[in-house]
């Protein structure tokens, strides 16, 4: 039997109409905030997917690895931020500091479920080559406009590493441990609290102190007071708690919320952390995510010097799923008007379709001799909004009948007339 691949979907017009609206929107936004496009491979070498500071040991186990006839190995990307960093890398003539946004799928042999795929459309915007702050800001801030202009009531959850880092350090869990405590507190949205504690004794961490993480984990009240009750244990000049205020001063909408138990399980993130929720909707998972990551880029050099950069991900996929929730409505075709000759070979009407393109009017006809009922049939089935009729009569007069396909009108105009009308 003819299938997909386990994993993958055919996206139909019906859905990828709503897909590139969404993109166009994106695209848009990204641009106000100074991003340009780029494009990079969907095939890389296993070694740059693999290297340190890249995904990590958990994310290289859904690789989907493959050979060349040279037996070179390669993995399809499992993200769009490695590549990046491996373009940055390549390009040391880059002006600094140098943004980008990258629309693509990305590849994860991971367990299929509603709304997880494994191929799927990442949609970022990446900084790198300044530290401030104020970068990681802009990330937050493109969030909440980009969904903004899809009409989203969003939720933008914000954490740095430093601050878990700092909590570890405090409570003296060993370096060697760390990166699989975080590891262990990234799973709190998919097992129960008690579940996770389980897996962090597991790595030798005793119970009182276990104890005290899962409470300042779960501290409660505004951003500021939560960050207060970290600074009163981690130190008031900690760094990621020095850094979380002066992002929180540039982010102080009700809808960003400091979550001192956001974790981000990719090894690669360095400081500021993201993660975007749509509440009240059915799509639970996050439909956007990002972060600092300062350490990448030197490490696909093999260089101590750091390359700082900080970047934000829309998941198109989980995104398209929380829109189509929300309109009542789904648009079925881009065809804004539909020829429909009456008695009329198709050369006949031939000089009106292309005029209408021409002048900028999405136009389709229908090319089977059929009945007129058949073609408005055909035309509703797609919701065409516009319908025009075309015969002897009409020809005559210079003029077509356009018939509104919501409430039924019809008018005898010019198509000078008919451009104007639908394009209100």
Do not use: H
């Not at 590139?20 to 969907?42: C, H, R, S």
């Not at 949609?123 to 790198?128: E, G, I, M």
């Not at 962090?200 to 009750?229: C, H, M, P, R, W």
């Amino acid at each position: 039997m003819v299938d997909t691949a386990k994993g993958t979907r055919d996206i139909v017009p019906e859905e990828a109409i709503l897909f590139q609206e969404i993109q166009d929107i994106f695209k848009k936004n990204f641009e106000l905030f100074g991003f340009n496009p780029l494009q990079t491979p969907t095939l890389e070498l296993f070694e740059t997917l693999s290297s340190q500071y890249t995904g990590g040991a958990e994310i290289l186990k859904e690789t989907f690895q493959l050979s060349d006839q040279g037996q070179r190995k390669l993995g399809l990307r499992y993200d769009l931020t490695v590549p990046f960093s491996r373009f940055v890398a390549m390009n040391p003539q880059l002006k600094m500091p140098f943004k980008r946004y990258q629309i693509g799928s990305v590849f994860r042999d991971g367990p299929v479920g509603s709304n997880r795929l494994r191929e799927f459309t990442q949609c970022d915007c990446d900084v790198v080559g300044t530290k401030s702050i104020v970068a990681d800001a802009e990330c937050v801030q493109l969030f909440l406009q980009a969904f903004a202009a899809l009409g989203l009531d969003v939720e933008v959850r914000v954490n740095n590493r430093k601050i878990l880092d700092a909590m570890m350090n405090t409570l003296q869990i060993s370096l060697d441990k760390r990166s699989s405590v975080i590891l262990a507190i990234d799973k709190l949205d998919k097992k129960s609290r008690k579940d996770v504690e389980e897996e962090i004794y597991t790595l030798g961490v005793k119970k009182d102190v276990v104890a005290k993480l899962f409470e300042l984990l779960n501290l409660q009240g505004s951003n500021t007071k939560i960050l207060d009750g970290i600074a009163a244990f981690v130190g008031k000049d900690a760094e990621g708690v020095v850094e979380m205020r002066e992002l929180l001063s540039y982010c102080s909408q009700k809808n960003v919320l400091f979550v001192p138990s956001l974790a981000r399980g990719l090894a690669y993130y360095t400081g500021s952390i993201f993660e975007v929720y749509a509440p009240g909707t059915s799509v639970t998972s996050a439909i956007g995510s990002g972060g600092r990551y300062d350490k990448m880029i030197g490490s696909l050099l093999g260089s101590t010097q750091e390359y700082p950069a900080v970047g934000c991900s829309f998941g198109l996929d989980r995104i398209m799923a929380v829109v189509a929730e929300k309109r009542k409505q789904r648009v079925k075709s881009v065809v804004k008007v539909f020829v429909i000759p009456i008695g009329l070979s198709l050369d006949k009407v031939w000089p009106v379709v292309m005029e209408l393109r021409e002048k900028g009017v999405a136009t389709d006809m229908y090319f089977v001799a059929k009945s007129v009922s058949k073609g408005l049939d055909f035309a509703n089935a797609y919701k065409i909004p516009y319908v025009l009729l075309i015969g002897e009569d009409e020809l005559k007069k210079k003029k077509v009948k356009l018939k509104d396909m919501n409430s039924g009108k019809e008018e005898m105009l010019s198509v000078k007339d008919v451009v104007k009308r639908v394009k209100k």
